[in-house]
């Protein structure tokens, strides 16, 4: 009977929800044609049509160092690359297949260099390994949910020993978490049910899986898509987890409205994983980026909500971050760099969301993300003026007083600080005051 250690699960835990901020890297032969990860399945294509891309991928500009400097400089902490998506395709060595990166032009172990350049950066490194496989003849295919040849009646499963494909999937991962060093985060993708079959839990045969990830890289975080996906929170919401629970859950493309909690209340960890435009692989035609305003802003949400922010790029065919990313990455840097301390290490503040933006908090500082100004002193709801040591605009360390204009007086029992005459905010994206409590 699996016994739950919650000292040891919160001791395994600490760098994640301390990091907050982490960089997500979908990159394969998808790449090539450019219209997104799922490509195969949305287009229904034959195996030998889309392997006219392994015999072209040929990524010559790939410097994993050059992108562990970007995610570094951007004030993320750590990053996951898919080392093998649904396609099939590995972007590492495995000796259990021939549908790999080291067979292609570029003869490279691209995971291997990831692993190396995310770690001389001072990164933790994680990697995403797909539950689907879409190359191997064992996994099923006519009537399957996902898979490209779902509706070809050429692509009959009689035949197809699924138990095989298991033993060849878990050996992959056995091979991920035995020959490159120390990972810190596996990211399986994902469990889903269809008429056919329930395509999660033992199915993957996830306790044994489980157990062997755990045995060969001791401390390594799980997410929790062995049971569920970006939908459903998995067996550590019940308060009775099954031996192969995730370690977070993982909304996908949404920032949960109210956190997430488990089913007796207490705060579960959550990562929220999230495109810069709409795509996790490269698409050359989806140029709709978020702005790196809106996206401090969600990471702020997700900080103030107890979460993480796992943040996408998906390089293009030859190796490259798309310049509109590298944009993005390096301003929302420019504003970590001078208001880090309020999302490292922070989480939820136990104060309402206030009108002027977000509340962070780590231990007896609260931060007040100001994402507009207000008319008049700024309220600092949730706290009395009599609990404030001191407050200062955290990018520049200046001292911010506490209004005593007369035109709050009718609100003596809520705290505004005096941010001038300036009704234009210091920071036009998110000013950051930081509260020291006594
Ligand atoms: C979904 C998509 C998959 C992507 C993942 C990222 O599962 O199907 O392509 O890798 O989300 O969370």
């Not at 080392?83 to 021939?98: A, M």
């Not at 079959?197 to 390594?220: C, D, F, H, Y």
């Not at 140029?287 to 802003?297: E, G, H, T």
């Amino acid at each position: 009977m699996y016994k739950f250690d919650r000292a040891e699960y919160e001791k395994r835990m600490a760098w994640y929800t301390q990091a907050r901020f982490g960089m997500f890297i979908h990159w394969g032969l998808y790449a090539i044609p450019a219209r997104g990860e799922w490509v195969r399945s949305v287009e229904e294509m034959p195996k030998e049509d889309y392997m006219r891309y392994f015999e072209e991928f040929d990524p010559v500009d790939y410097d994993p160092k050059q992108w562990a400097r970007a995610a570094k400089e951007a004030g993320m902490r750590y990053m996951v690359l898919t080392s093998k998506h649904h396609d099939g395709f590995c972007l590492f060595d495995s000796q259990y297949t021939d549908f790999k990166s080291t067979n292609t032009k570029c003869g490279r172990d691209l995971v291997r260099e990831f692993l190396e350049a995310g770690r001389a950066e001072g990164l933790k490194v994680g990697l995403y390994f797909s539950l689907l496989d879409w190359y191997h003849d064992d996994y099923p295919h006519y009537g399957d949910r996902n898979h490209p040849m779902r509706f070809n009646e050429n692509y009959q499963n009689g035949g197809r020993n699924f138990d095989n494909y298991l033993t060849y999937m878990h050996n992959q991962v056995r091979e991920l978490c035995s020959n490159y060093g120390k990972l810190d985060i596996m990211w399986f993708d994902f469990s889903y049910e269809d008429k056919y079959n329930v395509m999660r839990g033992e199915k993957w045969r996830a306790t044994e899986l489980v157990n062997m990830v755990r045995s060969l890289q001791p401390g390594i975080i799980i997410d929790n898509r062995l049971e569920v996906s970006g939908e459903g929170f998995g067996s550590l919401w019940t308060g009775e987890p099954e031996p192969f629970h995730g370690d977070f859950v993982s909304p996908e493309q949404i920032i949960p409205p109210n956190g997430i909690q488990d089913k007796n209340g207490r705060d579960m960890v959550w990562e929220a994983c999230v495109t810069m435009n709409n795509n996790w692989g490269y698409c050359q035609d989806d140029r709709f980026f978020k702005p790196a305003s809106m996206l401090i802003k969600k990471l702020v949400e997700c900080v103030s909500k107890g979460g993480n922010l796992l943040l996408n790029v998906g390089p293009d065919a030859k190796g490259n971050i798309p310049p509109q990313s590298m944009q993005v990455l390096a301003d929302i840097g420019a504003w970590m760099r001078r208001n880090s301390e309020s999302i490292y290490g922070c989480g939820k503040a136990g104060i309402g969301k206030p009108d002027s933006g977000r509340i962070t908090r780590k231990g007896n500082v609260l931060y007040y993300h100001l994402f507009e100004n207000t008319i008049g002193p700024m309220p600092l709801p949730g706290i009395a003026p009599g609990e404030i040591d001191c407050v200062r605009m955290l990018a520049t360390g200046a001292e911010v007083p506490l209004s005593q204009s007369w035109v709050r007086n009718d609100y003596a029992d809520i705290a505004f600080a005096d941010l001038g005459p300036d009704p234009i905010l210091p920071d036009p994206v998110d000013t950051v005051l930081k509260v020291q409590l006594k």
